[in-house]
Antibody, heavy 121, light 110 residues
């Protein structure tokens, strides 16, 4: 069955960096676009970034553009999110999710359980 | 990339029908028939309930349906059940390979 398992969250000081991972199994990872979506404590969902099936295309929300980088290693069935220059407002549970296409496809049909990033001094 | 607007809360009695609105702009909801809906229980990951505006994925109850008119999409839950009590979020394609979620709606079954 399809499984997405995030890891790499933790407590980090403002301005520091963290790399999140999402290990995929149960499907052909290299055939799907992948997204990161975050949710601040007690708040709603916020789309963060998407990467195409082959990693050649990346797109970001304005709130993270220039600070976060999405990438993937299809040989390891793993998605990454490098988060730099972290701010207190980046505190959230970060979910990975898949869709068939990276454009014109808002159908995120499988999600991981999320990993919590807390940015605090 | 402003969040789509949803009512903070909607409630209904068991067996009733409720509708949740999701209002965007001509740059997102109004431009594309690409709105999805998600159900989220506390502490859990979201679950896709409606894809491409009106269709539910395999395994999702047909009590859930979606529609769109202009810049507003809607989710209707018919035959409301206790298990439907959760948060619901809409999501729209916003052009240039970006996406935007709604503010979220808490559904309460009275």
């Amino acid at each position: 069955q399809v499984q997405l398992v995030e890891s790499g969250g933790g407590v980090v000081q403002p301005g520091r960096s963290l790399r999140l991972s999402c290990a995929a199994s149960g499907f052909t990872f290299s055939s799907y676009a992948m997204h990161w979506v975050r949710q601040a404590p007690g708040k709603g969902l916020e789309w963060v970034a998407v990467i195409s099936y082959d990693g050649s295309k990346e797109y970001y929300a304005d709130s993270v553009k220039g600070r976060f980088t999405i990438s993937r290693d299809n040989s390891k069935n793993t998605l990454y999110l490098q988060t730099n220059s972290l701010r207190v407002e980046d505190t959230a549970v970060y979910y990975c999710a898949r869709s068939i296409l990276w454009f014109r496809d808002a159908n995120f049909d499988y999600w991981g359980q999320g990993t919590l990033v807390t940015v605090s001094s | 990339q402003s969040a789509l607007t949803q009512p903070a809360s909607v409630s209904g009695s068991p067996g009733q029908s409720i509708t949740i609105s999701c209002t965007g702009t001509s740059s997102d909801v109004g431009s594309y028939n690409l709105v999805s809906w998600y159900q989220q229980y506390p502490g859990k990951a979201p679950k896709l309930m409606i894809s491409e505006g009106s269709k539910g994925p395999s395994g999702v109850s047909n009590r859930f349906s979606g529609s769109k008119s202009g810049n507003t999409a809607s989710l209707t839950i018919s035959g409301l059940q206790a298990e439907d009590e959760a948060h619901y979020y809409c999501c729209s394609y916003a052009g240039s390979s970006t996406y935007v979620f709604g503010t979220g709606t808490k559904v309460t079954v009275l």
